[in-house]
């Protein structure tokens, strides 16, 4: 199980290198760069030399990843216990393993050209479905409440350093590495933190055109005042949560 988590942190660390890197780009002016969300950068991958092959690895990285995710939610191999917290972080393991699959299978659709790069955004699709449910805004609600939550986890992991408790942090070196860590955890938790937004928005009008993703977020925090600035420092915090990916991959305690 350790070389499934391995392969799946460092390929899901590509994607949010993509994304950060894409996105620094574009803060400091570059006509390569754009804001994107995972899908888009994994598009923007396959128009690149190799893009075919280096997609694949990340796709099986992926599958991968979803594996792992889900053994840990149903074995509780890293003894979470049986409480309300724990079953918490495992649903959220498990729902992590659902959307890496759903990433990986998108990912070889591009590949064969199995789907559109073109129609309504996931997000968009999510709230119109739940909308169409009887109390369907609460519904929607809950789901930007949990996104907001999961966010303040990112807080709360990097002040408190909890990640410390399954990466064997070395020695020389570690405070460099703790601090890289953290801001990438914060600036992940502030990117989910306005996606999060966006779900009670979307639930307080009852229109599902207000949900949005990480590709809106960049675009809210580009219209800011000093924008660019803001989409640089955050695209800087998504690359060190990739390197912080490849920490956990490399560092990682036997369980």
């Given at each position: 199980m350790?070389?499934?988590?391995?392969?799946?942190?460092?390929?899901?660390?590509?994607?949010?290198?993509?994304?950060?890197?894409?996105?620094?780009?574009?803060?400091?002016?570059?006509?390569?760069?754009?804001?994107?969300?995972?899908?888009?950068?994994?598009?923007?991958?396959?128009?690149?030399?190799?893009?075919?092959?280096?997609?694949?690895?990340?796709?099986?990285?992926?599958?991968?990843?979803?594996?792992?995710?889900?053994?840990?939610?149903?074995?509780?191999?890293?003894?979470?216990?049986?409480d309300?917290?724990?079953?918490?972080?495992?649903?959220?393991?498990?729902?992590?393993?659902?959307?890496?699959?759903?990433?990986?299978?998108?990912?070889?659709?591009?590949?064969?050209?199995?789907?559109?790069?073109?129609?309504?955004?996931?997000?968009?699709?999510?709230?119109?479905?739940?909308?169409?449910?009887?109390?369907?805004?609460?519904?929607?609600?809950?789901?930007?409440?949990?996104i907001?939550?999961f966010?303040?986890?990112?807080?709360?992991?990097?002040?408190?350093?909890?990640?410390?408790?399954?990466?064997?942090?070395?020695?020389?070196?570690?405070?460099?590495?703790k601090?890289?860590?953290?801001?990438?955890?914060?600036?992940?938790?502030?990117?989910?933190?306005?996606?999060?937004s966006?779900?009670i928005?979307a639930?307080?009008?009852r229109?599902?055109?207000?949900a949005?993703?990480?590709?809106?977020?960049?675009?809210?925090?580009?219209?800011?005042?000093?924008?660019?600035?803001?989409?640089?420092?955050?695209?800087?915090?998504?690359?060190?949560?990739?390197?912080f990916?490849?920490?956990?991959?490399?560092?990682?305690?036997?369980?």
């Open positions: 350790e070389a499934l988590a391995r392969i799946g942190l460092i390929s899901r660390g590509m994607v949010y290198f993509l994304i950060g890197g894409l996105a620094l780009l574009m803060a400091v002016g570059d006509s390569h760069g754009k804001a994107t969300d995972t899908k888009g950068a994994m598009r923007n991958l396959l128009e690149q030399p190799f893009g075919t092959f280096l997609l694949s690895v990340i796709a099986l990285g992926l599958f991968c990843y979803a594996i792992w995710r889900a053994i840990q939610a149903i074995t509780d191999s890293d003894h979470l216990g049986s309300f917290k724990g079953y918490c972080i495992r649903s959220g393991r498990m729902a992590g393993a659902v959307f890496h699959v759903v990433l990986g299978a998108y990912a070889f659709a591009l590949m064969f050209l199995l789907t559109s790069t073109r129609g309504p955004r996931t997000e968009t699709l999510l709230a119109r479905f739940l909308l169409k449910l009887p109390m369907g805004d609460w519904l929607l609600g809950g789901v930007g409440a949990g907001l939550i966010a303040i986890a990112q807080f709360v992991i990097a002040w408190r350093e909890q990640f410390c408790d399954y990466i064997s942090i070395p020695v020389r070196g570690g405070r460099t590495l601090s890289i860590c953290k801001f990438g955890l914060v600036a992940r938790g502030f990117v989910f933190l306005i996606i999060g966006f779900f928005q639930a307080l009008k229109s599902s055109r207000e949005g993703g990480l590709k809106e977020a960049w675009e809210t925090l580009r219209t800011q005042p000093y924008g660019h600035a803001l989409v640089g420092i955050v695209a800087l915090g998504l690359i060190a949560y990739a390197f990916t490849g920490v956990e991959a490399t560092y990682r305690k036997q369980t």
